[in-house]
């Protein structure tokens, strides 16, 4: 990952207080789990179906397999 280079890198640059350090990892945590919860949005939104797509193989918007087949089991009169 580009941000943890970057980090090492800056790591050297900082104060050797113990603080300041800290409060700089704590950014970088921060960082990736923003980077995370993005991440998990991103993937529940492009994995739902849009409106118009089948929600599984038996069951859509337009079209009911266990609706039709009550219809074709109810006797015809």
Known sequence: ??????????M?????????????????MLYI???TIAFISFVRDSS????????CGTRSRHFNLAKMSKKQRSPIQ
């Open 1 to 10: 990952m580009e941000c943890v280079d970057t980090f090492v890198k800056r």
């Open 48 to 55: 739902r179906p849009g409106k118009d797509k089948k929600e």
């Open 33 to 35: 789990d923003n980077l």
């Open 12 to 28: 050297d640059l900082l104060p050797m207080e113990q603080s300041v350090r800290a409060t700089f990892c704590s950014q970088l």
